[in-house]
């Protein structure tokens, strides 16, 4: 009986199919005596979620690049000062992002591979070197910003001093041409008293024939004529041992020195000659890795930063005069890698 009250309940609901009228369906569900009602479905096909997603995504990219547009515009049009460093900054952030990426697939494959610093390639080498310093400056920069309210006084810093707060990605053009002569009369100004520690410290050295060379070393200098290879080369020995050694040398000569080498002079001694230790390996290093590669494989801009890397180690030896040309890396970076 219950059975046949079913079959004619379905067969009353569902009809014939050409029956007009509303289509509606009867579910029987357990537990539940009364019957649920509930529309057609709609025979039309329906996107899946992760095409909606796709594209609520394409365009909320696509009305941001138009907004980041039209801001722009307005600051061009209307502060063209503020655009200028404002364009510079995010410039500078993609960059900076760029060499971490970059470092970072380099310390993975020296990881993987189980190679050391020195075992890099010349161009490797480099990138690693300046990252090391330019992430420490912003480093120094995060951690002054870390107090509360103090964010607003660090733009402000970084606005007025941004040759000491800020690296190289963040500086303008102009601000690049500028800080590379800055740096150039510092060193100037260190060379003459390095110079000075240089000719008292050769009359303590007890080889005569290396001593009237560093006198002689001296007065050419003074005179603006620049030493070649052939004139250092020989003087190894005085800097290996007392009394121009690394470990030998006093707290003025390495604040001397620091300054010529654009490090900070105001440390204790320990760290004064730890700081000098450490650049003079890696520049070492870097020449060693440099004669590898080769001069001609260098670009326009590494032959310039090797220059300039250049004059860093032989500071002490060079005083140009007004017009006078630091000597090129060809000719100094090969008697580099000789040195002890």
Request: some cysteine; charged content about 20%.
């Amino acid at each position: 009986m219950a059975l046949s009250r079913v079959c004619w309940a379905r067969a009353a609901l569902w009809g014939s199919a050409g029956a007009p009228g509303p289509f509606v369906t009867r579910r029987l569900q357990l537990g539940h005596s009364g019957p649920a009602w509930r529309a057609p479905r709609s025979s039309k096909l329906h996107l899946s979620p992760k095409a909606d997603v796709k594209n609520l995504v394409t365009y909320m990219v696509t009305k941001t690049r138009a907004i980041n547009g039209s801001y722009h515009r307005f600051l061009g049009r209307h502060f063209p000062r503020f655009y200028a460093l404002y364009t510079v900054f995010m410039k500078g952030i993609q960059m900076l992002w760029a060499d971490a990426k970059k470092a970072r697939r380099i310390k993975a494959n020296m990881w993987k591979h189980n190679i050391k610093f020195h075992q890099l390639s010349y161009r490797e080498m480099e990138h690693l070197r300046q990252f090391r310093r330019d992430i420490s400056k912003c480093l120094f920069i995060g951690v002054i910003s870390i107090p509360p309210f103090a964010n607003y006084l660090v733009f402000l810093l970084m606005y007025l001093f941004p040759r000491q707060l800020l690296v190289k990605h963040f500086w303008t053009p102009k601000q690049q041409v500028d800080f590379l002569d800055i740096y150039h009369s510092l060193r100037k100004q260190a060379h003459s008293e390095v110079i000075t520690y240089l000719e008292r410290a050769s009359t303590l050295v007890s080889d005569e024939r290396l001593q009237w060379h560093l006198t002689d070393l001296g007065i050419k200098v003074r005179n603006g004529t620049h030493p070649t290879a052939h004139d250092i080369l020989p003087l190894r020995e005085c800097f290996s041992t007392h009394p121009l050694g690394l470990n030998q040398l006093q707290a003025v000569q390495m604040r001397a020195l620091s300054r010529a080498m654009l490090l900070t002079p105001h440390l204790p001694s320990p760290l004064l000659r730890w700081r000098l230790k450490s650049l003079t390996t890696e520049i070492h290093q870097l020449d060693r890795a440099l004669a590898k590669l080769g001069i001609g494989q260098l670009t326009a801009q590494e032959v310039k930063s090797v220059s300039d890397l250049v004059r860093r180690v032989v500071a002490g030896f060079l005083q140009p005069k007004r017009g006078r040309a630091v000597p090129p890396a060809a000719q100094c970076g090969p008697a580099l890698h000789q040195l002890p």
